[in-house]
């Protein structure tokens, strides 16, 4: 499922750039430019990024 439409990014995407890594906003930003743009998906990016970091 896409998560963010201005850069083409997906929630798998994102699981990913964590499993790989990736522990901050930032970071996801390197890996996947998700939020770069008009930044409405920064909420629904974190909220994948917080739950993937629990299960880690
Ligand atoms: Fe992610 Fe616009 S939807 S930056």
């Known amino acids: 499922m896409y998560v963010c439409l201005c850069n083409g990014v ?11 890594g990736a522990t901050t906003m930032r970071e996801l ?8 743009q008009c930044g409405k998906c ?8 917080n ?3 629990l299960q880690l």
């Open 29 to 36: 930003y390197q890996e996947t430019e998700a939020g770069s």
């Open 10 to 20: 997906t929630d798998n995407q994102i699981k990913s750039a964590v499993q790989d």
């Open 42 to 49: 920064c909420k629904h990016v974190k909220s994948i990024l």
């Open 51 to 53: 739950e993937e970091l």
